[in-house]
Each structure stands twice: as C-alpha cells, then as structure tokens.
C-alpha cells in the first residue's frame, strides 16, 4: 500500500478515520519495562513507517502522541497510549522538524548512491539513517581521499545545479536552493565493503555550528588562534604525560618510604592498614613487595573515599584465600587472586572500617602457631 505520506512528503496534517484499536506493549528503543498502550490503523497516514533505512515519524493522532509507526503488511501501525475508537475521524498532526531532517538524509542517500555508481562503479548494498549521521555501504573494498572528495563536489555541483527530486519548481531565493551534503569519510565496513559517512542539509549547517562553537571555546582556552589549536593540544599532551610519569615515580618513592617506616618499627603489627586517595595497583603492589607477606596481612585501598577504588589484600596464603571474597562483598566489588594475594575494583569505599574490624577479628582469633 502507498501512503499519503508517501505521495505528499510535505503534508504536514491529514484527516482521517480510525480503522481499528487494539492493546498493545511497546519495547523501548534504549531497552527496559515494556510500555503499555495501544495499535493503531487508521484509513490512511502522513507518518511514515520504519523501513528502507529510513526512521519512523513522530505526531499525533489528534492530541494523542504517536511513540512508534511500524509497517504490518499493508497497514502502517501507530503505537499511542490512549485507546481511540474505531470509525472515529481524526486529523493528524506531523512532527516537521524530523521528517525533514529525514527527508534530507534520504535525498542525500540517493544522491550520492546515484553519482557512487556513476562516477566510480561503487554499487550501494545498504544504509542506515542515524541520529547524528548516516552511513551508506558501498560494494568496494576501500576509497581514497581523492575519490570521497571528488564524489562531495560532483553531488554538491548537482544540488547547485536544482536537479529535482520530484517535479517541482523553487524559487531562485528559496532557502532549499542553500541545502548542501558533507562527505566525513571512511570506514572499513563489512568483507569487501566500505561504509561512507555523511552529513545533508541542516545537518551540515548544525555540524558547522558546533564545530565553530568548538573552535572558539579552544581559542579561548589555549590562548591562539584556530590554525594553532593542533600543535598547542599535542604541546599539551606531552605535559601531561611528562606529569604522569613524575608522578608516577614519586608514587613508587612513597610506597617505599610507607613500607621502611613500617619495617623500622620496633614492634610490628600483624595487620598494616593503609588508605590513599592517589594511587594504583601498582602503588599497592609496591608496598606488599617492600614489607612482605609471610607474616604481615596488608589492607590497601587507593581512590575516593566514600566512592569507588581499588583494593588490595595481602599476606598468608590460607588468611587471604579466606578472607578474600568476603572484603570484595563488603566493599561492594569484585576481585581475583592467586599466592596470597587478593585485589580488584569496589564501589564501597566507605566499608573500608568494616572490613579492618573483620580482618582484626581473624587475627585475634588466631593461635600462636598459626
């Protein structure tokens, strides 16, 4: 069956009459609890149904929002949550703004599977129409720069030129006369296949907005002008892994320090309890290295304190393999180990106090011999 908004993609309200009615759930695109509500066929619709790589439309079927238009066979199925009666009329109400956008896309699709083929060979065997932009996969393994350039101005000479889409006429100031497509580039898709990505119309338009918003942001920020920025973030980058390494050594200098003031103790404790908001695995590792585990059972924490973090247990083989799991379940983690040493993630930094009070309670209980 051929829709009404499939032979006037610019009616923007329709009126029309409901043809059935029935309860119905709709499983969210994002996932979750199903919504409930109900399917709607009228006698005709200027929403269009999923299909072709194109996106359903949005609207309402009077005041009631339409969530999802799917096609079932002939019929084109609209999902709402309010029951309407069948033989009722109805006028339709068309979300513009998306259908557009979609409009746009699609055309553009056409466009440049049309010149692709033309100019290059390069057949499409799929699209897909996405939210921020749309992909198209050619029948070839790869695509040069030279080509995807050649291709943008060829299709963009078409747009200039008013080759029509339908037979219509524009005027010479009508802004539809400004729509433009931007070839982003290349992917490597499926066996033998490569995914061109791009942009049309208004969406070219809000990529430059944001991009100029971007621009003036780093301009601000890095102190130059635009033709700058690149050399100023790699300068940048180097500083900080510069930092990163210093710091880094200066952990490892602390770890040993923490574990020689530990060892000079006159009297050692059987439990050493450390927490320590800057920090690594590595960090912890150092310390268990320095002060030894044979007779010591080590608690190390590293990271936010009522947070998440890393943890480290360490010490006899037996106390940790017992002891192990129960601090990951406390601290709301996960961990793993293997010759008397137990580490991993939590996301319960805060029970840091009641896992000591269960580790000092293991080694009271212990005997001498143990």
Do not use: Y
Request: glycine share 8%; proline share 4%.
């Amino acid at each position: 069956m051929v829709f009404q908004c499939q032979r006037d993609s610019w009616a923007r309200q329709f009126a029309t009459r409901v043809v059935s009615c029935r309860a119905a759930e709709l499983q969210p695109e994002g996932g979750g609890e199903p919504v409930r509500g109900f399917q709607v066929v009228l006698e005709d619709t200027i929403l269009f149904p999923e299909g072709g790589g194109q996106p359903d439309d949005r609207g309402l079927i009077g005041d009631v929002p339409v969530l999802r238009v799917t096609r079932r066979g002939p019929e084109a199925v609209h999902f709402v949550q309010a029951a309407l009666e069948p033989g009722a009329e109805v006028l339709l109400s068309l979300d513009w703004e998306r259908r557009f956008d979609h409009m746009q896309q699609h055309s553009g699709q056409h466009l440049i599977t049309a010149i692709a083929e033309q100019m290059f060979g390069f057949k499409t065997t799929s699209w897909e129409l996405g939210r921020q932009r749309s992909v198209i996969e050619l029948d070839t393994p790869s695509m040069t720069a030279e080509q995807t350039e050649a291709l943008e101005r060829s299709v963009n000479e078409k747009i200039r030129e008013r080759v029509p889409v339908i037979v219509r006429e524009l005027a010479a100031d009508d802004p539809e006369i400004e729509m433009v497509i931007k070839l982003l580039g290349t992917e490597k898709g499926k066996k033998n296949k490569t995914n061109l990505i791009f942009l049309a119309g208004n969406r070219v338009l809000k990529s430059i907005e944001q991009s100029h918003s971007t621009e003036k942001a780093l301009t601000s920020l890095l102190k130059n002008g635009p033709g700058e920025h690149v050399e100023a973030v790699k300068r940048l980058q180097s500083s900080v892994k510069l930092l990163q390494k210093n710091n880094l050594n200066l952990l490892r200098d602390i770890a040993v320090l923490i574990a020689r003031d530990f060892k000079s103790k006159p009297v050692q404790s059987q439990l050493f309890v450390l927490h320590r908001k800057e920090g690594d695995s590595e960090f912890m590792n150092i310390i268990a290295n320095e002060i030894g585990t044979e007779e010591t059972l080590l608690f190390l924490t590293v990271g936010d304190e009522k947070e998440a973090g890393l943890f480290l247990l360490a010490g006899p083989v037996e106390a940790v393999e017992n002891l192990g799991p129960r601090v990951a379940e406390l601290l709301g983690g996960k961990g793993a180990g293997k010759r008397g040493r137990f580490q991993g993630k939590a996301t319960k930094m805060s029970r840091r106090g009641e896992v000591q009070a269960v580790l000092q309670e293991f080694i009271s209980h212990q005997s001498p011999e143990a």
